[in-house]
């Protein structure tokens, strides 16, 4: 999400929020000049979520964040990842009728 927003705490709500309810990483740069970009992702463990995060007004930055991909594709087709056989799953729980949508597409 590009943004050039004053408003950075209600697009983070916002990130938050959407990160939670389409199980997907989501990343808002805010111009340097207003700041608050940031990067969250769907972890289980509260403090994995927030990927990114800058804030601060006149802050120009270049960087490069690590997001989880592949197990997150993996995750939102059904399979329960977990780094380990006794480890909790590595991702939120999906959200009531995920993926419904879809599959409502492709029938008739």
């Not at 705490?9 to 740069?29: I, S």
């Not at 940031?38 to 994995?48: G, H, I, N, V």
């Not at 590595?90 to 949508?101: E, N, S, T």
């Amino acid at each position: 999400m590009v943004a050039y927003n004053k408003d950075i705490e209600g697009f983070a709500a916002v990130a938050d929020t959407v990160q939670r309810l389409l199980m997907c990483n989501v990343v808002v740069c805010n111009t340097g000049f207003f700041g608050g970009s940031l990067a969250f992702s769907p972890f289980r463990e509260r403090y994995k979520r927030y990927s990114f995060n800058i804030k601060g007004n006149n802050i120009g930055a270049a960087v490069s964040v690590k997001l989880p991909l592949k197990v997150l594709a993996q995750h939102q087709k059904d399979q329960l990842v977990r780094l380990s056989d006794e480890e909790k799953p590595l991702f939120i729980h999906k959200p009531p009728a995920f993926g419904l949508l879809g599959s409502m597409i492709g029938t008739k």
